[in-house]
């Protein structure tokens, strides 16, 4: 995959990565998703970056996956027709040549559990990789944000979205199953019923209609939504970062958890905090009558 395809840039503690496939409204293809998966993974550990902005190029954030060239496993299968021969068919009893002998696998066949691996390896690893981010990802969504695409940009911690941009549910349009973590996420977002109606009907919702259902945090023109997303992780990239990476840690993990664990990490969250420089940083500070300097350590 050439670099270009996705676009990495530090400066001033923010990591940018943006899509750079507008001619395809920045579908993600099997090379991209595990170079952001690989970028996402050294932002987390770099204390260089303390801050995250996820874009697209083009009038799209992200079409969902890339399916050209045969993603959806199954080789040949529905693909194929009826009592049509193909070359290299076995005729008179001849074998063919790469003929599974003693349970060999014949290329392109789809075995039991090939879509679930698929689907654990690829779009659900990105998914994680953005969840897990010790650092704020913020997505920055210039355009269309349709299925795996939109499911990228609700993972991110603070969402911005231009007034042009639009979120689709779009498996149902294809008879697919959500992927990426969506039925995860948006009821934790949305709620159930609101959920269910998204994913079921497939309609494209504007992007004021995502921040009236808490999807977005924040609905900005076109031309002032790089400026936006810049002014935020500024703010972000100036913060106490381990603070920052507890918090979500915390955020994250507590609709899953009850009270009692709730309350336990939380309190466990704080022992580790403060033994940071930050955490020094910000109660001196407080002490002395004057801004913090946060460094990130």
């Known amino acids: 995959m050439p670099v270009s395809e996705v676009l990495h840039v530090v400066d001033g503690g923010v990591a940018q990565l943006t899509l750079n496939r507008p001619e395809a409204l920045n579908a993600i293809t099997p090379d991209q998703r595990e170079r952001l998966v690989r970028l996402l993974g050294e932002a987390s550990a770099d204390p260089g970056v303390r801050a995250v902005v996820l874009t697209g190029t083009g009038r799209g954030f992200c079409a969902g996956a890339d399916l050209r060239g045969g993603a959806v496993a199954g080789g040949r299968g529905a693909g194929g027709v009826a009592g049509e021969r193909v070359a290299g068919e076995r005729v008179a009893g001849e074998r063919v040549a790469g003929e599974r002998v003693a349970g060999e696998r014949v290329a392109g066949e789809r075995v039991a559990g090939d879509v679930a691996r698929m689907i654990r390896d690829g779009a659900q690893r990105l998914i994680a990789a953005v969840l897990d981010c010790e650092k704020p990802v ?37 008879g697919l199953v959500p992927d990426g973590g969506g039925a995860y996420l948006l009821p934790r977002l949305v709620g159930p019923q609101r959920a269910k109606e998204l994913m079921f009907f497939g309609d494209a919702l504007s992007a004021a209609d995502a921040e009236r259902l808490g999807l977005v945090n924040r609905v900005v023109p076109d031309g002032e939504l790089d400026k936006t997303a810049r002014e935020w992780a500024a703010r972000l990239a100036a913060g106490p970062t381990r603070a920052l990476a507890l918090t979500k840690q915390l955020v994250n993990a507590s609709l899953d958890s009850d009270r009692a664990t709730a309350f336990a990490a939380e309190a466990a969250a704080q022992e580790i905090n403060m033994t940071t420089a930050d955490a020094q940083e910000g109660v001196a500070s407080f002490v002395e009558r004057r801004s913090p300097e946060y460094r990130g350590r």
């Open 138 to 174: 913020i997505a920055a969504v210039n355009g269309t944000a349709a299925g795996l695409g939109a499911h990228l940009a609700l993972a991110c911690d603070l969402v911005l979205a231009a007034e042009s941009a639009r979120f689709i549910e779009v498996f149902v349009r294809r």
